[in-house]
């Protein structure tokens, strides 16, 4: 482990509650937020600064190198592992101090990350995601004749026995969730987008056996039905969401579901896909969803569900994580994105010391130049960002 942070405090600021900005000192030491200045904290002159919560990043893929579903799942885990590193490195510069993959990674890459082996967001997986046969997690084209069981992010699993001992191996080995391919995707090859995917009684046992050990599942699921399908089966994130209408917003809402939408990975493949090898099949079904995924977002705000923010990208099209915190201030204002990404995200995952900056939250924060609630794009802006900061560190 890399030693304690020199205590902090950051003079001076704007800091951000969850509802607005207030000037005060805010004091960081051992890596917490805390009431009081330490006697030996460095002092940062933030005065004419804006302080936010570090930023969280519910739906990210370490692994994800390629745009091509079969090299990211078989290609070689110690060159995924290297990128993924890299990656993340990237995500923390531009403020997100925590990321939860949902679809890939493992425990190896997890307890690199606490042994400081390179900079990193806090860093939450599920190991690979679960598909059923010909679902969203099964990269293959209908003409392949191979056989494909598992890869770095994604595992065919069908049927509830060998269900449970998938999801018990996961947790097992360190997974903070259990992902689950309840739809169609943009991404894969031979399914409907729109069509659910597991049986009702599939779903219910990933869900009792993650919620017997105090976790959850995330379900990918674009259409209303498929939406409900996982709702219905006791799952509390849904992941994407584009399709759904006013009555499933209201569903989600009343069953308590998160929504995470990722709205950078549409926009960034309608823009960029075709430039850098993402195949026809996959451009026509990001077609359906793109200007889909605003509109899920207002729908779920109005109905009164939980939105949080993710991104989604795959391969090189990484470094459009910031053009999802424009397209989501779009849809739901600063304010409620702002919230998004720290307080409702924090809440997702669980972790009273995530989203706030508060006496006992973790000392993340990022550092802006000028009222995010006036001047939007500072949230989004690389240029706007002067200072990440985690457990106390500056980035």
Not at 218 to 240: D, K
Not at 278 to 285: D, R
Request: hydrophobic share 45%.
């Amino acid at each position: 482990m890399s030693a304690p942070a020199a205590p902090l405090t950051i003079s001076g600021a704007q800091v951000w509650d969850g509802e607005r900005f207030e000037r005060r000192d805010l004091h960081i030491a051992e890596g917490r937020v805390c009431e009081h200045p330490h006697p030996r904290a460095q002092t940062l002159d933030a005065a004419d600064l804006w302080v936010v919560p570090g930023l969280i990043d519910a739906h990210f893929h370490a692994y994800a190198t390629s745009m091509d579903g079969f090299e990211n799942e078989r290609g070689p885990l110690s060159y995924a592992a290297l990128n993924g590193a890299r990656r993340l490195a990237r995500a923390l510069q531009r403020g997100f101090t925590t990321v939860r993959d949902v679809a890939g990674g493992d425990i190896g890459l997890a307890q690199a990350i606490d042994a400081g082996l390179f900079p990193s967001p806090r860093y939450h997986f599920t190991g690979p995601a679960l598909s059923q046969t010909g679902g969203h997690g099964d990269p293959r084209a209908a003409h392949v004749d191979v056989c494909f069981s598992h890869g770095h992010m994604c595992e065919v699993v069908d049927g509830v026995d060998d269900l449970r001992v998938a999801v018990r191996e996961r947790l097992r080995t360190g997974a903070h969730a259990i992902k689950v391919m309840a739809s169609g995707g943009v991404f894969s090859l031979t399914d409907p987008i729109r069509i659910p995917q597991y049986s009702p009684e599939e779903l219910r046992a990933v869900v009792e056996e993650a919620t017997r050990r105090g976790s959850y599942v995330a379900a990918h699921a674009y259409s209303s039905e498929a939406v409900q399908h996982a709702v219905r089966a006791g799952i509390r994130s849904i992941e994407h969401g584009n399709l759904i209408d006013e009555a499933t917003a209201v569903m989600m809402a009343e069953a308590g579901a998160f929504l995470v939408p990722t709205l950078a990975a549409y926009d960034a493949m309608d823009r960029r896909g075709a430039e850098i090898g993402l195949n026809a099949v996959s451009l026509a079904k990001n077609a359906e969803v793109l200007t889909k995924g605003q509109d899920a977002v207002r729908l779920a705000h109005a109905a009164g569900v939980r939105v949080g923010f993710g991104s989604d990208l795959m391969g090189d099209l990484e470094d459009d994580q910031l053009a999802g915190v424009r397209l989501q201030v779009e849809a739901s204002g600063a304010a409620r994105t702002l919230q998004s990404m720290t307080v409702v995200n924090a809440e997702l995952i669980g972790d009273a010391a995530l989203g706030h900056l508060r006496p006992g939250a973790y000392g993340d924060a990022v550092l802006l130049a000028s009222d995010p609630l006036a001047d939007l794009s500072t949230l989004w802006r690389e240029d706007a960002r002067l200072g990440v900061i985690r457990s106390g560190v500056r980035v």
